[in-house]
C-alpha cells in the first residue's frame, strides 16, 4: 500500500512538473504514501505517523496533514467502506457459507 502510494506521489510530481527536483519528488511521494493509506484504510494519523517513521523526517507533516485530510474526505464521500471492514464483511459471508 505504501510503495502504491509513494508511485502516485512520484507521478504526481513528474504530472505537476516538479519531477527535476529529486528532493521535491521526494517530499511527494512521502505525501502519497500518507494520503493513500488514509484513503484506504481511513485512519490518517496512522499513516502521517507511519511514514514519517520510515523517512524520519518531519518535513512534510503539514502537507501530509493536508493530503491526509483531502483523502479522508474524498473517500467518505465516495462512500466507499474502509478495507478492513469490506474484509471483515468478506470473511462472514464466508464463514455462513461454510456453515
Not at 502516485?8 to 527535476?20: D, L, M, N, P, Q
Not at 484504510?41 to 512534510?60: D, K
Request: with cysteine; glycine share 10%; charged share 10%.
Amino acid at each position: 500500500m505504501m510503495v502504491l502510494g509513494a508511485q502516485i506521489g512520484c507521478a504526481f510530481a513528474w504530472v505537476t512538473g516538479a519531477s527535476a527536483d529529486h528532493n521535491l519528488v521526494a517530499g511527494y511521494a512521502m505525501v502519497g504514501m500518507a494520503a493513500f493509506f488514509t484513503a484506504v484504510v481511513r485512519s490518517p494519523l496512522t499513516g502521517m505517523v507511519l511514514v514519517t517513521e520510515m523517512t524520519a523526517s518531519l518535513t512534510g507533516l503539514l502537507p501530509m496533514v493536508i493530503a491526509s485530510a483531502m483523502a479522508m474526505l474524498v473517500a467518505t464521500l465516495l462512500g466507499e467502506p474502509p478495507i478492513y471492514d469490506s474484509l471483515l464483511e468478506r470473511e462472514l459471508r464466508r464463514a455462513e457459507r461454510l456453515g
